[in-house]
Each structure stands twice: as C-alpha cells, then as structure tokens.
C-alpha cells in the first residue's frame, strides 16, 4: 500500500474523551473514529490488525477441529424467553438490545448466541454418533453496556469469537475445554501477549468451572490475585483465600455499652480490633418475579463482601421465593429504604438480628430478612456487634447463646491481596490488574434443557445436550496488544499482528534514486508476500518518521544517504535499534526477521 492513497490522518493531540494510552493512541493514529458511546468505525489500519488477529484465531480454532458458522445477530425474543434470559437481558441493567419489527414482534440484536446455537442443535443433533462437535464464529456482538470506555475495549459493539461445543456427557466437554484452554493460549502468544489464565466466576449457571484469559496491563478493569509460585490464580471475583487470623477478644461477658457515634469500623477501633466485630450489610434483592428481599449479610469487620458471591448465593435462593433468578442487587439507600421501612433503620448498629418488624408489612417486601453469614464470622468467639440501637453495640457476644448464627453461611468475602493462600497459607496472594479477553467456560446442561436440545445415547435413551462454550473478544485484543506495548512515541504492534510489517521511507521524493530503489523494494516485499508499505508522501522526512513511529509498524526502511555505499538503513521500532543492509539482501533479511518474530 502507498501512503500517498491511504486515508491515514494522524493527530498530535489525545483526543479528550481518552483515558488510557491505548485509546489515545489508536485514535491518534487513525486506527479508529468514535462515532458515539461505545461505537467505533475501524479505518483500514485498525481493519488489518483485526483481520490478522481474526486469522490467528481462526487457524488455532480449525486445528481443534472446530467449524466456522456465522449464526444471525438478530435474534427472536421467543428463545430468549423460553431459556429465561430475556427479562433479565432486557430490564434493569440488561444489556440487550432490544427492538420491535413492523409486525410488533421483539427481537434482540444478538450479546451472545447460546440460545441460537442451541435451538439449532436442538433441531439438528438427534444422536450420540453426531457428537462432539463444535461450531465457532467471528461476528460483532452488540450489547447495551452501563458504562461503554475506553474505546474497543468495551464497547457497544464489537467484534468476538464465540465458540460453542455439544457433548454427549462431562468428559467429553472436559476434553474440549481443555482443547480450548491450549488453543487459546497459543493465540494469544501467537498475538505477542503476555497474559495469565485464571479461576473465573461461572455466574448463576454453575456448570463445572470456567475461565479467563486475563493480558497484564495496568488499565486492566479486572482484578487478579495470584500466588508466587503460580498454582493458584483467580479474577478477585471468584478467588478464594484465608483471612487474617481474628484478634483474641478480651470481652469474657456479654454486655451492651455506649459506643457513641460508632457508626462505621474504623470508629469502633478505639475499642476493639475489626478482625472480632461482625458487621452486619444490608442489601435489598429483587428477583425475577417482582419479589423484593431484604438482605443481611453478617461478615468479620475487617472484611469485605463481594457481591458477586453475594449474587450467586441468592441466585440460588431464587426458588423459596417463587422466582428463577435474581434481576438486581443494590445497596438501598435513603430513598429506597423509604419504600419498605416500618420505622428508621439503626443504621452503623445493626445487628444480627435486626427484627424482621423493620420491615413494614404491607411494603410488598417479604416479610423477613434474608440473613446470611460469611464464613469467616462462624468461628468467631466473644464478638462485638450493633445492638440494633443507634449509639449502642454488644461486646463478648457468642453464637448460639446470645445470637442465632444465620442458618445460610457461605463464602461471600472478598479476597484480597496479602491472605494466604487455602492450598499453601505459607504463600500469599498477589494482585495484578488484568485486561480480559477471553473466557472459556463448561456450560451444562442449562440451555440444552431449557430448548429441550436432546440427543439420543448408545442406550436408545434420550439426555439433554451438555455444552460449554468459549469466547474471545477479537477488538478487545487487539486494543489489549497496545495497552501492552507502546513508548512515548507511539505504538509498538507485535509483528505477527501489526497491520504492516514493513514500511519503506523515501526522506527526499526529488531524489530518483531514493525513490527508485525504494519502489523496487516495495515491489520486491510485495513478492516475498510481506506487508508493506510505502511512504512516498510528500511531505518532510521528520514527519514521515514519526508517523512511521506513531502507527507502530515494527521495521522501518530508509532509502536515504547510505545508498551511495549500496546500503538501506533499517530501524527496530521496538527497540529503536538502527542497523545499516546491503540493498539486495534487505528483503531477505527482514522476511527471515519477520518468519522468526511471529514464532511459526
Ligand atoms: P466483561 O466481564 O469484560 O464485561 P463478559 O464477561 O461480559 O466481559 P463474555 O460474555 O465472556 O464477556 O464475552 C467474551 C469476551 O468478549 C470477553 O472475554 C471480552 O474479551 C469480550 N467482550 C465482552 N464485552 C465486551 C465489550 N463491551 N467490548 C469489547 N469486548 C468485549
Ligand atoms: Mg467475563
């Protein structure tokens, strides 16, 4: 490609609405144009990268033995229905779109294709003899997100693959899963990325397990906690720990003191440690159904909830309350707890066993708190918690003689970097921050048998389909590779992805000589089937080199001074690192260059 046609127009200034380095850089650079919240337009330079990743993808996924489909993106709200995700995909902070056709019937434009995928199955597999198999495509994916950032990296549309296998039992989806897992680690190392692959939250659906495909940047919005040695890693969402050990507590009685203006933790400290106070945290759920819950989770003072756990508990609650999932989680604040209050809250002395009286019986709220208790308030001893009366808290409580321990107690705390690992409490866990860009993960049987997708099995009986399904999402990546790599001067693309590998610079278009040996390079890369391309701009040799640095195309080419010695000057752009070639033997030198960066 000639730069001289090309649509490449380059910004000094960071665009404003830009946070991190990588979304500066690729509008800078004219990779990318916003054209609203989380909509994006790919110019040709950015349409390469994504088609090289795209194809990376591609081979490692077909090596597996996996099919590529494209599966429609508008999808019938009547599947969504029947598998009972359309209420919470499209209410509260669902993140479908949702639409109506001329004829008034609702459509979806597709977040994600389980329900496609298996209504197809669910008409095509009928046997054991068709399984496994496995369908994958590359395709744009929309969804309605609260807070689109960060250009690619999350937007409201973007471009995934999604893969999704069928299984006639769990260790054939084990089988694949772990196929997946390999695949997807030699694409992104194929992609030039360093990442780790961690434990990840499987949300409500259960299945066995599933997880993330985590690049380290420091713009990365997950968390990740990890051990030293390696052996145990995990999104902060899902990750498990020990906490610190409690503080022996030298109340030996039971005894309601005046603790005034005590209302959060860190006040109480003048009398206590927070590792032998249970806090008691208020949440208000509500369900599918309509049905509110209020929520109180008891958890040692020193720690905190994670409301993903939190989630996952109360999702499986659903069903006492005539509900199949939960729609929403909040902590209520002033105005909600208006709604169902029969007398105001003692609010920072909250106990327990607040009484269910709180709330007010005609509220539309069910009548009694959930009480819940992590686990690490179960072993505490001689405790201190609110007394449910403003200025008051109880010292040297104890379960079972003075409070009832919550019948529901689970891990609902939220690991941290520093406790100890379960495995090996002589290692702690470490924090990164991480971008996530893929997620694998062992579905089950929940789709199958909600689209009632059965195959028969060697014994003539018929079993619902066992799924799981895999996604990586190709713009995110592709972002994720510069968040990795970049220097003052702008981007720095690995090469295997690098939307040119080569770019020829002529610094004087008058000169015929620089200009013909430079077009007799072009048209000899072009033959060795490299990417290149040509500056032949007119514009001024300074301007050419930092828009050559500014895009990030990883071997530069000058046809300057040195050709008289029959020389080029070839420079790195990675490590800036400038060599003079012999003229003839450049092309070979970089294709052997390139052959090696890209490790096939
Ligand atoms: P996140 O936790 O970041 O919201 P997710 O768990 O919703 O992602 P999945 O449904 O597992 O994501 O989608 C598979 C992959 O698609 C993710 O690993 C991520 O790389 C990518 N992806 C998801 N949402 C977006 C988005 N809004 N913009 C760009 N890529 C996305
Ligand atoms: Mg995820």
Known sequence: ???????????????????????????????????GSGIYAYLPLMWRVLQKVSQIVREEMNATGAQECLLPQLQPAELWQTSGRWDTYTQAEGIMFALQDRAGRQLGLGPTHEEIITQIAQEMIRSYRQLPVNLYQIQTKFRDEIRPRFGLMRGREFIMKDAYSFHADEASLKETYQAMDQAYRRILTRCG???RAVEADSGAIGGSGSQEFMVLADAGEDEVLYSETGD???????????????????????????????????????????????????????????????????????????????????????????????????????????????????LGYLGPDLADSYIAPKSGFHSQFL????????????????????????????????????????????????????????????????????????????????????????????????MGCYGIGVSRLAQAAIEQSYDADGMIWPVAIAPYEVVIVIPNLKDAQQVGAAEALYQSFQEAGVDVLLDD??????????????????????????????????????????????????????????????GV
């Open 371 to 466: 009480r819940l208790a992590d686990r690490t308030v179960v072993d505490l001893q001689n405790f201190v918690t609110g007394a449910n009366e403003i200025d008051f808290h109880r010292f040297g409580a104890n379960w079972g003689t003075d409070l009832k321990l919550p019948a529901l107690t689970a891990d609902l705390r939220k690991a941290q970097a520093g406790d100890r690992l379960i495995a090996d409490p002589s290692q702690t866990l470490q924090s990164a921050r991480g971008i996530e860009v893929g997620h694998i993960f062992q579905l089950g049987t929940k789709y199958s048998q909600a689209l009632g997708a059965v195959f028969t099995d060697e014994d003539g009986k018929d079993k619902p389909l066992v």
């Open 193 to 195: 990325l360093a990442f």
């Open 1 to 35: 490609m000639r730069l001289s046609q090309m649509l490449l127009v380059t910004l000094r200034e960071d665009p404003a609405d830009a946070e991190i380095p990588s979304h500066k850089l690729l509008v800078r650079a004219g990779f990318i144009r916003r054209l």
């Open 537 to 598: 701009r007119e514009e001024r040799a300074g301007v050419k080199f930092k828009d050559a640095d500014l895009i990030g195309i990883p071997y530069r080419i000058v046809t300057g001074k040195s050709l008289k010695d029959g020389q080029v000057e070839v420079v790195e752009r990675a490590a800036k690192k400038t060599q003079t070639l012999p003229l003839e033997t450049a092309v070979k030198t970089l294709q052997d260059w390139i052959v090696q960066a890209k």
């Open 232 to 346: 145990y890693g995990a999104n902060v969402e899902k990750a498990v720990s020990l906490a610190p050990e409690a503080a022996p507590s030298p109340f030996t009685v039971l005894e309601k003191k005046q603790t005034p203006g005590c209302d959060t933790i860190a006040s109480l400290e003048q009398y206590c440690s927070p590792t032998g106070v249970v806090k008691n945290v208020l949440y208000e759920a509500i369900f599918d159904n309509g049905q509110g819950v209020l929520v109180l989770v008891s958890i040692r003072g020193d720690q905190a909830v994670n409301e993903v756990k939190l989630t996952n508990e109360l999702t499986k609650q659903a069903p006492n309350y005539g509900a199949k999932t939960l729609l929403k989680l909040t902590v209520p604040d002033a105005e909600s707890q208006q709604k169902w209050t029969a007398q105001p809250l003692p």
